[in-house]
């Protein structure tokens, strides 16, 4: 033999060695299996609350090409956050009719969440808009430029120092 002692292979041990791998990380572990169930449960509208479940909004304005919904007016009364939800679907609907007379309006959806100073006008905005660089351009124009356009009362000193925002989200479609 010359140069280096060229390594033997034990052909039973191979095997032994890789039948026990196999069978050491090719087994499965234990299965959680759902048994099949007939149990149908359900509300009898009897029973129903009088009251709206508590993740549904507060207002909604439909227009014939979009809709905005109130989804929190936090430190705001009622009528204002109603108010103000009126006049961005007011804006969307204006907005939304003159682009789609130019055939730029396509299908979207946002959420604006805005928080509201002391004075009256907005102090932050968080924006989410659904995909598409169309469906961005269309919620700059329609429905997050009318959100930053609204200015609210004054806060009250006496009312205490909650902090005021609003949300809303909007969907719309030619």
């Known amino acids: 033999m010359r140069g280096s002692p060229r390594p033997t292979f034990n052909t039973a041990g191979g095997v032994f060695v890789f039948v026990t791998g196999v069978a050491f990380f090719g087994c499965g572990g234990s299965r959680d ?3 099949e169930s007939r149990d149908i449960r359900g509300v009898d509208p009897a029973d129903a609350p009088a009251q ?10 439909r227009r ?5 919904a109130l989804a929190e007016g936090r430190g705001l009364s009622r009528e204002i956050s109603q108010r103000a939800t009126d006049r961005v679907a007011d804006a969307l609907q204006r ?3 003159d682009l789609a007379a130019r055939g730029k ?3 979207g959806a946002g959420r604006v969440v805005a928080l509201i100073a002391p004075d ?7 924006v989410k808009v659904a995909p598409g660089t ?15 356009s609204l200015t609210f009362p004054v806060a ?5 120092n909650g902090q005021r925002g609003i949300a809303l989200e909007a969907a719309w479609s030619p």
Not at 120 to 126: A, I, K, P, R, Y
Not at 156 to 160: L, S, T, V
Request: negative net charge; glycine residues 8%; proline residues 6%.
């Open 33 to 35: 299996v759902a048994t």
């Open 52 to 61: 709206p479940a508590k993740d549904a909004y507060e207002y909604v304005a």
């Open 64 to 68: 014939p090409l979009g809709t905005v």
């Open 95 to 97: 907005c939304a009719s």
């Open 105 to 107: 309006l396509v299908k």
């Open 120 to 126: 009256g006008n907005l102090s932050g905005l968080q």
């Open 134 to 148: 169309d469906v961005a351009a269309n919620a700059i124009l329609c429905f997050i430029a009318p959100i930053k």
């Open 156 to 160: 009250d000193a006496d009312a205490g």
